[in-house]
């Protein structure tokens, strides 16, 4: 196998890990507005140089960023509602429900209730006013011409989803389960409005979206994005490209995706999303995947490709199993598939996610293809025979983590350690018995991996009860949310040594990095 003789990732530089939905805002999730803003503010202030995301379409099942109704959409959860307000699309007093909701968690049940009836009177209001465009995110026309690919078979699926009581598309009625171009031309008057909405919610979310990124930028902060390997069932990709699944007649998977037991579960992780036909993505030279991730380059400056094991190797579950013990490895597209990618998108700047058990094929495919991986500080110890995850064996190709949204918090991992895995982890970082995320941050950025990523709980030092995300768990997942009052104690208390360190570590971004010495500066 030919090997790429570097990466993109050329100079070091620091992250911060936080989602969206887990932002400071007064509509009862985290979303584009002041909140948004004022983070990106504290990241540039500290000298940090990306902002890192889980993915941020429409959740469906679970609430999940990961099993979502569409992998081209946003969610309109995240639109900054006030600023439809101020546009005289909703009442103060019709958000008052909304700002009823918790501010340091995500209450999903309060928001279905609540943010679905102010977001469509706000389309109705904007659709009855005759306007054309609002607050200078060009016209609503224009919008829908440019995205019709993806956005007509999106609103028209949603459309059809409410108007069959949040059913799946699998269950629809025959007329409806297989999407088409003229299907508009048969959809009754009710749910051609719906799907007018729902193009509106995504016009008002890109246009806030394209707002915040460019307030990123000018602040020298960049956006790193996440683009799941799978897709869910239920969704308007498989709904739109059956072609591209493995579908029966009937649109139902023949596999499923999931992993076997392994650090998180003991019965492996049953993801239920369908596979591929990689067959029918070769023959096509994966267009559908390279739009797709030509899209998430529209959106963001790096992306991190989740599951990259699956490109060497994933794991077909039989449909029907109950866990995910019952499945076998296959092999995946492989490196034939990154060559296309790279034709196709020669800047592609994209991050490995290749944690889990891999073997030497999934680590020789992923330099192949020139990609950094990634490394986490919470697997130092215990995680695998190698310890791989030892910082003393990171190479500069690689991204560094406290840990991510998929384990406990820092300070939590920390302070649930057996007593003689304690004692070999305070010695390795020199802890001194203090049960903090902070020495942990500091030895992330001290690290040789060229991007160094802290997610904001361990920024704030909390415990376990902050963790975003539990794998193998269906209950509380993606509520956590910091407060605006959390962000200005943090600013306040930790931006200067936080900026210190990032200097003392030469992650400003600004230090060309070469193998050779010289006499300093005079």
């Known amino acids: 196998m030919e090997f790429a003789p570097t990466t993109w990732l050329t100079n070091r530089t ?260 369908p596979l591929y036909d990689w067959d029918h993505l070769a023959r096509t030279n994966y267009a559908w995947w390279i739009d797709r991730l030509r899209a998430a380059f529209e959106l963001y400056d790096i992306i991190r490709l989740d599951h990259f094991r699956g490109f060497d190797t994933y794991w077909e579950i039989p449909a029907g199993a109950a866990d995910a013990r019952e499945g076998r490895w296959l092999k995946g597209p492989g490196l034939p598939f990154f060559r296309s990618v790279r034709a196709a998108l020669p800047q592609a700047r994209i991050i490995a996610e290749d944690l889990g058990y891999i073997g030497p094929d999934v680590v020789e495919l992923r330099r192949a293809a020139g990609l950094p991986g990634m490394k986490i500080l919470q697997f130092a110890y215990g995680h695998d025979a190698n310890n791989v995850n030892l910082p003393h064996f990171y190479s500069a190709d690689s991204v560094a983590y406290t840990g991510t949204h998929d384990n406990s918090t820092t300070r939590g991992w920390l302070e649930s350690l057996p007593p003689d895995y304690a004692v070999r982890i305070d010695d390795y970082f020199q802890l001194a018995g203090v049960r903090s995320a902070w020495p942990m941050i500091r030895a992330a950025l001290a690290t040789p991996s060229r991007l160094a990523v802290i997610p904001i709980q361990d920024l704030l030092d909390l415990p376990a009860s902050a963790t975003l995300n539990r794998p193998g768990t269906t209950e509380g997942n993606w509520q956590w949310r910091f407060t605006g009052g959390e962000l200005a104690g943090l600013a306040a208390k930790r931006t200067k040594l936080f900026r210190h360190w990032i200097h003392l570590y030469d992650r400003t971004g600004t230090l060309a990095l070469r193998d050779y010495s010289e006499p300093p500066a005079l």
């Open 14 to 273: 620091a992250g911060v890990l936080a989602h969206v939905s887990s932002l400071p805002g007064d509509y009862g999730i985290g979303n584009l507005g002041p909140g948004a803003r004022s983070f990106v503010d504290f990241l540039a202030n500290s000298g940090v140089r990306y902002w890192q995301i889980c993915p941020i379409g429409p959740t469906g099942y679970g609430d999940s960023p990961y099993q979502l109704f569409s992998g081209r959409a946003g969610n309109p959860y995240f639109i900054d509602l006030g600023e439809l307000q101020a546009a005289g699309l909703i009442t103060a007093e019709e958000l008052v429900p909304l700002r009823a909701l918790p501010a340091s968690r995500a209450d999903y049940g309060g928001l279905y209730t609540h943010f679905w009836r102010s977001l469509a009177q706000a389309a109705d209001r904007f659709t009855a006013s005759g306007a054309v465009d609002l607050a200078g995110f060009g016209s609503l026309r224009n919008f829908r011409k440019e995205h019709t690919g993806w956005l007509e078979p999106f609103a028209e699926f949603m459309a059809l989803k409410a108007h069959f009581g949040g059913s799946a598309w699998t269950t629809w009625p025959q007329a409806y389960r297989h999407w088409s171009a003229d299907l508009s031309l048969t959809l009754p008057a009710s749910i051609r409005r719906e799907a007018d909405r729902h193009v509106f919610y995504q016009y008002v979310f890109f246009g806030q979206w394209e707002r915040l990124r460019r307030y990123a930028s000018e602040r020298g902060v960049g956006i790193i994005g996440d683009v799941p390997i799978f897709v869910a069932l239920d969704s308007a990709d498989t709904w739109q490209n059956r072609a591209v699944f493995r579908l029966d007649a009937q649109g139902q998977p023949l596999a499923v995706a999931g992993v076997p037991p392994d650090y998180f579960s003991a019965l492996g992780q049953l993801w239920g999303n």
